[in-house]
């Protein structure tokens, strides 16, 4: 996902190289990698948020 939106951001690359694609890919997993460890985008808690509204449940029982 964050090599699709470099390349649609970017567009074609001034230092093309096979080198520079590697080191990008890699750079974009270990970043991806991070995000996902941190909940960098709550997700999560909003998808949570958005079918608790849709959902009746009890108000002892905890939304996991």
């Given at each position: 996902?964050?090599?699709?939106?470099r390349?649609?951001?970017?567009?074609?690359?001034?230092?093309?190289?096979?080198?520079?694609?590697?080191?990008?890919?890699?750079?974009?997993?270990?970043?991806?990698?991070?995000?996902?460890?941190?909940?960098?985008?709550?997700?999560?808690?909003m998808?949570?948020?958005?079918?608790?509204?849709?959902?009746?449940?009890?108000?002892?029982?905890?939304?996991?």
């Open positions: 996902m964050i090599g699709s939106m390349a649609s951001s970017l567009g074609d690359d001034l230092f093309g190289s096979e080198a520079t694609n590697q080191f990008r890919e890699m750079s974009d997993a270990r970043l991806a990698d991070s995000m996902a460890e941190k909940g960098a985008f709550g997700i999560a808690e998808l949570i948020s958005q079918l608790g509204k849709h959902l009746s449940v009890d108000e002892g029982t905890p939304v996991k």
